[in-house]
């Protein structure tokens, strides 16, 4: 690009990759203790109370599969998504960032932080209703007692399954907005503006590396739950205090411990790209920490 200086030099994946690794190691407890704060409360009640209540009294199956992705889309995608994007925008400059700067970010910043939170939900349910009725078209439709022409349960689960990817091609275009407002004090109807454009022609590319991230880190969250499958079906229970406790402890540690890599990525990305707007050498930063 004309007019930036000699001295910039994108990131690469496996650069970014390894600058999100050196940044959470540095501030490692204080980043799994934010993220343990955070994630942990809904972790226990996702993980234990909604797969006890699938298992003691089950719903229909499609039933079943509709409540988790929403409940999946809620907690994840639409709210602990922004809330980790603010609480880490500013945690590359600092040296001793701690997990009470990253409360403290999110108690001065709530109004776009909510904005953010409403809008994501709106995405992801409109592209979760338009999917729904693509998808249904071809399906059989019913009619109801009323007389009320509807779409099936399955048709509705397979709508939000495959809404995931549309909805994440617009809201990763808007991912960069809380760390503009909290980092460059922008405003929100500009940071909307800014994030969209500073994301132009890289959305793929940013979808395919998160997508990466997350294939790693689910493996090793649902590996679990899928051990636990296997020791239940050949009837290994006893002792049971010991399994519950393993469970309690990997879903309270190990899962808060993952879910920060992907914002990290990502706020690592956005100084990446906008460092290529101003001529900011990321990869420096990289290697005087």
């Known amino acids: 690009m004309a007019g930036l200086p000699t001295s910039y030099v994108p990131c690469t994946f496996r650069e970014l990759l390894d600058g999100t690794f050196r940044l959470y190691r540095k501030h490692l407890f204080q980043i799994w203790l934010f993220s343990f704060l955070i994630v942990t409360p809904l ?13 003691v009294d ?8 509709i409540l988790d992705l929403i409940l999946e889309k809620l907690i994840w995608d639409c709210v602990l998504f922004p809330v980790m994007m603010a609480a880490f925008a500013l945690l590359p400059d600092s040296d001793e960032w701690s ?13 776009p932080l ?21 998808v249904s078209a071809p399906l059989e439709s019913f009619e109801n007692h009323e007389g009320f022409i509807g779409v099936s349960a399955e048709a509705v689960a397979e709508g939000l399954m495959w809404s995931t990817f549309p909805a994440m091609l617009i809201v990763i275009r808007l991912a960069w907005i809380l760390p503009m407002v909290v980092k460059n004090r922008t405003r929100l109807g500009t940071a909307v503006r800014e994030s969209w454009k500073l994301c132009r022609g890289m959305v793929l590319k940013t979808v395919g590396s998160l997508v990466l991230i997350a294939i790693g880190s689910q493996l090793l969250i649902y590996g679990w739950f899928f051990m636990e499958e296997i020791r239940l079906s050949v009837g290994i229970t006893d002792p049971e ?21 992907s914002n990290l990525f990502l706020i690592l990305l956005y100084r990446d790209r906008e460092g ?12 005087s920490s």
């Open 99 to 111: 997990f009470k700067a990253g409360f403290s970010v999110l108690r001065r910043h709530m109004k």
């Open 114 to 134: 909510f904005f953010v939170i409403l809008l994501f939900v709106v995405i992801h349910g409109l592209s979760a209703l338009l999917m729904t009725l693509a």
């Open 43 to 55: 972790s226990v009640w996702y993980y234990d109370g909604y797969v006890d209540y699938m298992y």
């Open 241 to 261: 205090w010991l399994w519950k406790g393993l469970h309690y402890l990997y879903v309270a540690v190990v899962v808060p411990f993952l879910v920060p890599v």
């Open 58 to 65: 089950p719903p229909d199956a499609a039933d079943a599969v």
């Open 276 to 287: 290529r707007l101003r001529g900011t050498d990321l990869l420096e930063q990289f290697r």
